[in-house]
């Protein structure tokens, strides 16, 4: 059973920044895409940031291209997401995913794993 954890979500101001870690389980880490969703108060869960399983593929929604970037330590069985001038709406809980395939996905069916999420709130 593959076991995601978040964490370094928090409180920051608009306009810092925070970096978010998913620590994997299991020995099929470097296998697989991963992904970042989110998911505000009263809306549904929405696609952040993707990285294929070597790395080399990233994908970005449109609201966070040029601020925020993914990327992965498969050595340490670790995705990051780093988010940079962040803002209130980037209020939300952070969910970590493991892809069901190497490429990315934008989708969440394109993920077969979890985690439990943490939590971001951005002041203004």
């Known amino acids: 059973q593959v076991q995601l954890v978040e964490s370094g979500g928090g409180l920051v101001q608009a306009g810092g920044s925070l970096r978010l870690s998913c620590a994997a389980s299991?020995?099929?880490?470097?296998?697989?895409?991963m992904g970042w969703f989110r998911q505000a108060p009263g809306k549904e869960r929405e696609f952040v940031a993707a990285?294929?399983?070597?790395?080399?593929?990233?994908d970005y929604a449109d609201s966070v291209k040029g601020r925020f970037t993914i990327f992965r330590d498969n050595a340490k069985n670790t995705v990051y997401l780093q988010m940079g001038s962040l803002k209130p709406e980037d209020t939300a809980v952070y969910y970590c995913?493991?892809?069901?395939?190497?490429?990315?996905?934008?989708?969440?069916?394109?993920?077969?794993?979890w985690g439990q999420g943490t939590q971001v709130t951005v002041s203004s």
């Open positions: 990285i294929s399983w070597t790395g080399g593929s990233t």
């Open positions: 299991g020995r099929t880490f470097s296998y697989y895409a």
């Open positions: 995913a493991k892809g069901a395939y190497r490429g990315t996905s934008i989708s969440e069916r394109g993920y077969a794993y």
